[in-house]
């Protein structure tokens, strides 16, 4: 008798807690917050200002077409791979600084005419290019997917990625770039120190024709962010000029730096260059007598003009004017 009522106290004091455990439970259905779910709306695009007026692109592109070597090089260093490029203007297909990154990507034409039905079968989310070598087809390239171009090409190398880092949005990676490009600048500056105060000359030879580079070009920037100067004839705000053999002076200089524009196999470039460099109006010059003459990479110097080519033109100049002794 004493054994079934403790077994009947038992069994109410079981039914008594599972009766509070169940209220209790129900209690806090009654009252909870349902948990948010993950909107699956996509991101609203972005608006982009740029050269040709305003382009709404997606929150985060993927496949990306670019239309310029020196965009190209923008989005390998905000570690973005293309999946189509014009091709370089030196390379089959690629520049040898960057082809090691552009495997697998599409050849879409060059620069001054890219190949639209191939762009469209790519379909990109965003395609990236210049006012100066792509308005005319602008149109054409808007209807098949967003389009940001620059102003132009040659000086503008900073303000291009600034934008191209806007489109991709990748601002942060490209604020950090520039922050240590800079700091670069600055640090190569520093350990140059006098020799900074040499003039440099820039010149390209092409078969039969020679131009002097003046200060608002690829190389011309560079060369004055390091705080170097230029011979008198070449201290002008402007891009280029075509000169004569008679003309040879205004290559003078304390260093020359030129680029022979020698194309798939052909040498008329450095045949130009040997008929003025070595003939007799050079003989006067300060830089044949010093022999402060330097046959320099063309991409690197001239042609690529992206932010991957001007880290490895700082380190060439670098390495050049540690060899040399400026009086």
């Given amino acids: 008798m004493k054994l079934f009522k403790k077994k009947g106290l038992s069994a109410l004091l079981m039914l008594l807690i599972v009766s509070i455990v169940v209220t209790a439970c129900g209690g806090s259905n009654d009252k909870s917050t349902p948990t948010p779910q993950a909107s699956s709306e996509p991101a609203a695009p972005r608006v982009v200002k740029h050269a040709m007026g305003e382009a709404k692109v997606t929150a985060e592109p993927k496949r990306v077409v670019v239309l310029t070597n020196q965009g190209t090089e923008s989005l390998l260093e905000l570690g973005i791979k293309p999946v189509g490029a014009v091709k370089s203007w030196i390379g089959d297909p690629w520049y040898d600084h960057i082809k090691d990154q552009m495997a697998d990507v599409t050849v879409v034409g060059d620069e001054t005419q890219p190949n639209l039905e191939l762009i469209a079968s790519l379909k990109p989310d965003l395609i990236l290019g ?72 820039l010149a390209r030879f092409q078969p039969g024709k020679v131009r002097v580079y003046y200060k608002e070009n690829f190389a011309g920037v560079i060369l004055e962010d390091l705080g170097f100067s230029r011979p008198d004839a070449q201290n002008k705000d402007d891009f280029s000029a075509d000169v004569t053999k008679e003309q040879i002076d205004v290559l003078d200089g304390d260093v020359l730096f030129y680029f022979t524009s020698d194309r798939d196999g052909d040498t008329g470039a450095t045949k130009t260059a040997d008929e003025w460099l070595k003939g007799p109006l050079a003989e006067k010059l300060n830089v044949v007598t010093k022999q402060h003459i330097f046959n320099v990479n063309e991409p690197i110097w001239n042609t690529a003009g992206g932010v991957i080519a001007a880290k490895l033109l700082i380190q060439d100049i670098e390495e050049r004017f540690s060899k040399l002794t400026i009086q």
């Fill in 130 to 201: 210049t006012k100066v070598r792509q308005e005319k087809i602008y149109q054409q390239l808007e209807a098949i997917a967003p389009t940001v171009l620059t102003e132009n090409l040659g000086d503008s190398m900073i303000e291009n990625f600034e934008l191209y880092a806007q489109a991709l949005n990748k601002e942060k990676e490209g604020a950090a770039f520039l922050e240590a490009y800079n700091k670069t600048i600055s640090d190569v500056k520093s350990r140059l120190g006098d020799k900074t105060k040499a003039k440099v000359s």
